[in-house]
Structures are given as structure tokens and as C-alpha cells.
């Protein structure tokens, strides 16, 4: 039954013909949709693949303690009741201000995605967490491993930390940097991540500190000297496991929830140029990672990017994990500190 004009009226009419209208209208519009979804797909087609990826949510707030000591920066928070203490060693070029927002505490950080949100979840699950940046680019050994032994004991001491469990995570240069110093000090547990480790032509034994190797299988070769060093810590009877941190696609969220100051329309405009100059594949799936990537010319094309920008290296450190290759993978966080608290003494 009609409810409004009768149809005997030329309004009736005249309605429905705009009514045909606007129907054709929204049909064009939503076929046109469908097309432009299909060229510039932004999400996965399978949604375990983004497991993870969102940003951890926290109500820590950073206010760090900066010490320059022994020709290297050193930079600590200590939560109220803290249950055990995790000194991190960056990989290379990474420094300790990395890991760390930029404060009135802190004015040269300024806390790059993964490494701040590792430290987030650190602080938040009640350890005491030190960073001390390589006195070079990369770390050595030899003097370094003492200077940082030095540091370690030095920062345990001052906060009264003694008697914590103690505990260590190293990325990259780092990640080689702990497996060595895991020799010099009693560690409970440690991880090591996209690194293998110093295990080569050095003998293991059963008071090595259990290990995590935490590492992405894109990186093949690094993979297999992993599984053979897993081997023989099994052999030697240490405790040993491996976490895998996978590729996934790169989404808007990707960007604007896990890097601070870059807002979800930026991020949808940075990902349609990505599609537009297949830089990802039909899925979303990096082709190459954001230090192979010409993403930074054709930001610059489309006058969305300029030399000055602060964020650039944070969304090249989301491209790399995005691809999955060689880059600080806080995506695993749970199982690292689940790693951590099982060995807990």
C-alpha cells in the first residue's frame, strides 16, 4: 500500500522517476567501488595474518633516567614494584634514545615504533628496563662486553635491584652482543633476536642461560644457523625455543596505530601511493622491505614527504616488519616475557 502522494498525482511520478535515478546512480557508484577495491586492496584475505599487529595499549608514561657513563649513553626506568630487571642492547645504528618517546626526561629520544613498544610492554608488565647504547655504530667485544658488565652491575647497585632476576635482549648486533656477554654474567634467561648468536667454535655448557631466538624465516640463511645452534643448546641440555615474527600486509592501521604523530588519513594516502606504485602485491604484501623500496621518492612526488619529516625512519622500521626481514619484531612481545617469566628464580 502507498503511503504519502496517490499515484494518480504527476508528483507520484515524477518522484519515482528521480527514485529510477538515484538508484542507477548508487548501482554505478557501487560497481565503481568494487573496481577500485579490487586495484587498492587494504586488507588481508587472511585476517590471522595481521595477528598482532595492533599497537599495545598502555597507561605507562615514560619518564626515563639518562646517565652519559663510561663514553656511551645509558638510559633506565624503574616501575614501582619492579619484579626483575631486562637490559636491552640495540642493534646497529639504533641507539638507547630509540627506545624511548621524546620528554622533558629525555629530549634527544625519539622512540621508534617497535622499540618503544616493546618497552611499553616492558615497564607494564613490572620490569626494570636499561638500554645502553654500542660505543660504536655497531657493537664489540672484548672492552665493550666489560664496560657494559661495568654498567649493568653499576645501575643494580645504585637502583638496589639486587636480588631481581636479571634477564637481557639483544636485536641484530645486539642480539650477538648478549649471546657473548651471556658467558660473562649470570643472566636467568635471555633472548636473542634476528641474530644467531656468537656460538661458533665456542663450547656451550649446561649453565648457558636458557634462550629464546626470536627471528623471521624470510631470512633463510640466518634461520638455518639458527636451527643448528638450537641443536646443539638441546645437545648440551640448555633451554631453548624459537619464535617466528611472519610478513604481513600493510595496512592504513599498520602505520597510524603503531607510529605516534601519523594520523590514519595520512597513513591511507602513504598506502594508496604503495599500491599505485606496486611497491606492495595484490594482497598487500611488501614486494621489498622499506630499505629497498623507493617509497621515499614517491612520497615525494606526490608532495607528501620532505626531508625535515621526523617520522621517516619510524615508518621504514614498519615497512621492515611488514615485509618480515631483519628488524625488531615487538609483535612478539607476550612470548618473550612468557619466556621470561618461565624462568624466573
Known sequence: MWIGVPKSSNTYYTSQKWRGIALTTCALILIATLILFKAKPTSPSDPEALKGTAFFPSSIQFHPSFEFMNGTEVIWQIPNSPKAALFIAPGCTIRASNFWDKSTFCPNCDGLPEERAFVLQALEREFAVLTISSLEECWSFGKELENVEWIIKWWVRENKLEGLPMTALG????????????????????????????????????????????????????????????????AKGVDVKEVRCMDFPLIPNVLSDRIPGVNRSFAVKIVEVFHEKGFVDEKGYMKMDGRASPWKEALKEKNLLSESDEWIKHVEEELNLAYGYHEFCSLKSEDIFEWFDSHMK
Do not use: C, Q, W
Not at 642461560?209 to 624465516?217: A, D, E, I, R
Open 171 to 234: 636485536a641484530s648486533s645486539g642480539g650477538y652482543f648478549v649471546s657473548a656477554l651471556a658467558f660473562k654474567m649470570r643472566f636467568g634467561s635471555i633472548t636473542i633476536m634476528i641474530a644467531e648468536g656468537v656460538f661458533v667454535n665456542i663450547a656451550i655448557g649446561n649453565d648457558y642461560p636458557p634462550t629464546l631466538f626470536v627471528h623471521m624465516p624470510k631470512d633463510r640463511i640466518r634461520m638455518s644457523n639458527i636451527l643448528r645452534n638450537m641443536e646443539d643448546f638441546k
